[in-house]
């Protein structure tokens, strides 16, 4: 599996949980000397997430529907089994350790949040969550998409080519989540509520991961235009990018709670073609790198309520200099608890999912 890596998408993905990470441990820094740093706009991490589990989902997809098996309700378990897989043990583990901290008080949240709802992702379908394991919020959209793509394009497959069938299934789940949005527009809305009510539900962000699928689908049907336009497409998706980041008008208006969230993704988006074509070096830089993005999924489930909150409940900075100290060791034990993470429990999951793959497959 590790020949199959694309160098240029771990480069994203690591940006990407660094991002998070980073502004995750802000809290540590505040009152800090180098509170607010490093005092510039940077993208939500989470867009860049979003992007990538899309061209990875659609690129999965496209294969299966345009191999020589039909796609069928078979397929369609198949392909649930390896996502679930990946990210349900994992998510359920960090799931239970939440629990225990709050029960006992190890960290401040509301131990009345938690409900049935975690369970099944259901915790921000329609509307806001708080005060218990807030950063699942990102989890519950990618499950459902994982859960409605797949079906929409078990439907279309019955009466369109593969190549449409796609199509029509990406564009759904891009314009939906729009016209929902429009459709919930308040003019009169503050930060928390903007994050709250159009950041972080499963409605309203379903299409910040479409956009993957579209860049799947191009890649897939169109890759010689990939290659020949990848270097234009990168300049315009950091000219977007850039626009993204430094334009943020009042949180009342139309572009930050309808259009914002197709201009971010879209930029990350436009990346692809050149990121998808960089060839990894040789270096202690390159490893770290790949070694970041394979743990990112652990870093982003534990950063938070395992780490900054167990240390800001238990351990709180005691001035400037301690904040600094902190936050250095915040980082240490958000690389090295993932690291072990991955390599005792991750990772022997999903290679007990591929050797059952190659069994079954072995033996049809």
Known sequence: ???????????????????????????????????????????????????????????????????????????????????????LPNYYLILTVNFFFVKYGIINEDFSQFNWKFIFFLQNFSA???????????????????ILT??????????????????LSTLIMILFPLIYRMSILNDSI????????FRKIVLTRLDSIAYGLLAA???????????????????????????????????????????????SPISVMLLLPFAINIKKPSGIIAKSITHISKISYSMYLINFSCIVEVMMKNFPPQNSND????YAVYWF???????LLYKYFEKPIMDLRDKNLIRKIKYQ
């Open 1 to 87: 599996m590790e020949n199959k890596r694309l160098f240029g998408l771990d480069i994203l993905r690591t940006t990407a949980i660094m991002l998070v990470v980073f502004m995750h441990g802000g809290i540590i820094l505040k009152d800090s000397a180098i509170d607010g740093f490093p005092y510039f706009r940077l993208i939500d991490g989470v867009d860049i997430f979003f992007v990538l589990s899309g061209f990875l989902i659609g690129s999965i997809l496209l294969k299966e529907i345009n191999s020589d098996e039909k796609f069928i309700s078979k397929s369609l378990f198949k392909f649930w089994k390896r996502r679930w897989f990946r990210t």
């Open 128 to 146: 806001p969550f708080y005060g218990f394991f807030w950063e699942s919020w990102s989890l519950t959209i990618e499950e459902w998409f994982y």
């Open 150 to 167: 797949p079906l929409q394009l078990l439907l279309f497959l019955k009466f369109m080519h593969p190549k449409k069938a796609f199509l």
């Open 190 to 197: 503050s930060f928390f509520e903007f994050d709250s009510f």
């Open 217 to 263: 689908w191009s890649f897939y049907y169109y890759h010689s235009l990939w290659l020949k336009y990848k270097n234009q497409l990168l300049i315009l998706g950091i000219f977007t990018l850039i626009f993204a980041i430094n334009y943020i008008p009042a949180f009342s208006s139309f572009y930050l709670q309808v259009l914002y969230f197709c201009v």
């Open 323 to 326: 904040s600094i100290f902190k």
């Open 333 to 339: 034990l958000v690389i090295s608890i993932s690291s």
